[in-house]
C-alpha cells in the first residue's frame, strides 16, 4: 500500500517536471550535442578543430585573456561587494532597500547601453580623465579603452550585482551577536573578520565568484566594445568563428571547450562543499 503511495508520488513529481526537461532538452541539450557534432565533422571528421585551439599561440593567447580577465573581475568584485553586502546586511531596513533598488536599477539598465556608457568615460577626452588631470594626478590622458584594462572595468561594474545579491543573502543570516561574543572574547575587529565572518559567507562568495567567473568567461559585448580585435577573449573568438568566418567546427569546438571548463568548475565546487559539510 505505501509503496504503491509513493509510486504514485514519484510519477506525479516527474510529470510536473516533464515540461521544464523537455524545454532543456529542445533548447539547450539537443543544440549543445549539434554543435558538439559539427565540432568533429566540419570541415572534415576529425579532432583537427580542437587541435587548433591547443596548439596555436594566437588561440592560446585568447584563452589566457579570456581566463586572465574573468580571474581579475572575480577577485576585484569580491573584495568590492562583500563590504557593500555586509552594509546592505546590517543597516535599517528602509535604507538598505534604497541602496538595493539602486543596485537593481543598474541590473535593469539595458547592457549595450551601459558599456556605451563607460566607453564615453574611458576615453582619452572623457570624465575620468579629465578629472585626474585637473586634480594633478596625470599629465597626459590614460589609455584605458581598447585594452584589457577597460574590459576588466566595465565587466568589474556589470557582475558586482551579482556578487552583492549572494553575498547579502548569507550575510543577511548572521547574528551581529556571534561578531560581538568574538569582541568579548579579545578578538581584534581583524580577527573577528577573518575567523568569524569570512568562514560564515564561504558559500555566499563562493557562489557569488563561481557565477561571476564563469559569467565572464561567457561575456561578449563589454569585451568587445572596450577591448578591441587586439585583445579578443574566447566569446568574440566564437563569434567571429561563426558569423564572419562561417567556421561552425572551430567555433563548436571553441564553445564546447568553454562549457567543459564551466562544468568543471561547477564540479570543483560542488565537491568541495560537499566535503566541507562532511567535516
Same mark, same amino acid.
Given at each position: 500500500?505505501?509503496?504503491?503511495?509513493?509510486?504514485?508520488?514519484?510519477?506525479?513529481?516527474?510529470?510536473?517536471?516533464?515540461?521544464?526537461?523537455?524545454?532543456?532538452?529542445?533548447?539547450?541539450?539537443?543544440?549543445? /550535442? %549539434?554543435?558538439?557534432?559539427?565540432?568533429?565533422?566540419?570541415?572534415?571528421?576529425?579532432?583537427?578543430?580542437?587541435?587548433? %585551439?591547443?596548439?596555436?599561440?594566437?588561440?592560446?593567447?585568447?584563452?589566457?585573456?579570456?581566463?586572465?580577465?574573468?580571474?581579475?573581475?572575480? @577577485?576585484?568584485?569580491?573584495?568590492?561587494?562583500?563590504?557593500? /553586502?555586509?552594509?546592505?546586511?546590517?543597516?535599517?531596513?528602509?535604507?538598505?532597500?534604497?541602496?538595493?533598488?539602486?543596485?537593481?536599477?543598474? $541590473?535593469?539598465?539595458?547592457?549595450?547601453?551601459?558599456?556605451?556608457?563607460?566607453?564615453?568615460?574611458?576615453?582619452?577626452?572623457?570624465?575620468?580623465?579629465?578629472?585626474?588631470?585637473?586634480?594633478?594626478?596625470? #599629465?597626459?590622458?590614460?589609455?584605458?579603452?581598447?585594452?584589457?584594462?577597460?574590459?576588466?572595468?566595465? $565587466?568589474?561594474?556589470?557582475?558586482?550585482?551579482?556578487?552583492?545579491?549572494?553575498?547579502?543573502?548569507?550575510?543577511?543570516?548572521? #547574528?551581529?551577536?556571534?561578531?560581538? @561574543?568574538? /569582541?568579548?572574547?579579545?578578538?581584534?575587529?581583524?580577527?573577528?573578520?577573518?575567523?568569524?565572518?569570512?568562514?560564515?559567507? /564561504?558559500?555566499?562568495?563562493?557562489?557569488?565568484?563561481?557565477?561571476?567567473?564563469?559569467?565572464?568567461?561567457?561575456?561578449?559585448?563589454?569585451?568587445?566594445?572596450?577591448?578591441?580585435?587586439?585583445?579578443?577573449?574566447?566569446?568574440?573568438?566564437?563569434?567571429?568563428?561563426?558569423?564572419?568566418?562561417?567556421?561552425?567546427?572551430?567555433?563548436?569546438?571553441?564553445?564546447?571547450?568553454?562549457?567543459?571548463?564551466?562544468?568543471?568548475?561547477?564540479?570543483?565546487?560542488?565537491?568541495?562543499?560537499?566535503?566541507?559539510? @562532511?567535516?
Amino acid at each position: 500500500m505505501l509503496s504503491a503511495i509513493s509510486t504514485r508520488r514519484r510519477g506525479s513529481g516527474f510529470g510536473f517536471a516533464l515540461p521544464a526537461i523537455v524545454l532543456l532538452l529542445a533548447f539547450f541539450v539537443v543544440p549543445v /550535442a %549539434l554543435l558538439l557534432t559539427r565540432s568533429f565533422t566540419e570541415p572534415e571528421l576529425g579532432l583537427q578543430n580542437y587541435a587548433a %585551439l591547443v596548439g596555436s599561440a594566437t588561440y592560446a593567447r585568447i584563452f589566457f585573456n579570456t581566463f586572465f580577465v574573468s580571474g581579475v573581475v572575480t @577577485a576585484i568584485t569580491v573584495l568590492i561587494a562583500f563590504p557593500v /553586502a555586509w552594509a546592505l546586511a546590517i543597516m535599517p531596513a528602509r535604507w538598505a532597500s534604497v541602496v538595493f533598488a539602486i543596485i537593481l536599477l543598474s $541590473m535593469w539598465t539595458n547592457l549595450l547601453a551601459r558599456t556605451y556608457a563607460w566607453m564615453v568615460l574611458l576615453q582619452q577626452t572623457g570624465l575620468i580623465n579629465r578629472t585626474l588631470m585637473a586634480l594633478g594626478v596625470i #599629465d597626459a590622458p590614460l589609455q584605458l579603452t581598447n585594452n584589457l584594462i577597460g574590459v576588466t572595468i566595465g $565587466m568589474v561594474y556589470i557582475m558586482l550585482p551579482f556578487m552583492i545579491l549572494p553575498l547579502m543573502g548569507v550575510l543577511k543570516k548572521i #547574528d551581529p551577536a556571534i561578531l560581538q @561574543a568574538a /569582541a568579548l572574547c579579545g578578538a581584534t575587529k581583524g580577527q573577528a573578520l577573518r575567523k568569524v565572518l569570512l568562514p560564515l559567507s /564561504a558559500p555566499g562568495i563562493a557562489s557569488g565568484a563561481l557565477m561571476v567567473f564563469v559569467m565572464s568567461l561567457g561575456y561578449y559585448v563589454t569585451p568587445s566594445l572596450l577591448g578591441g580585435t587586439a585583445n579578443m577573449m574566447l566569446a568574440e573568438l566564437i563569434a567571429q568563428q561563426v558569423q564572419s568566418l562561417v567556421n561552425w567546427g572551430m567555433g563548436g569546438a571553441a564553445a564546447f571547450l568553454l562549457l567543459i571548463v564551466t562544468l568543471g568548475l561547477y564540479a570543483v565546487q560542488l565537491r568541495f562543499f560537499e566535503q566541507k559539510e @562532511a567535516i
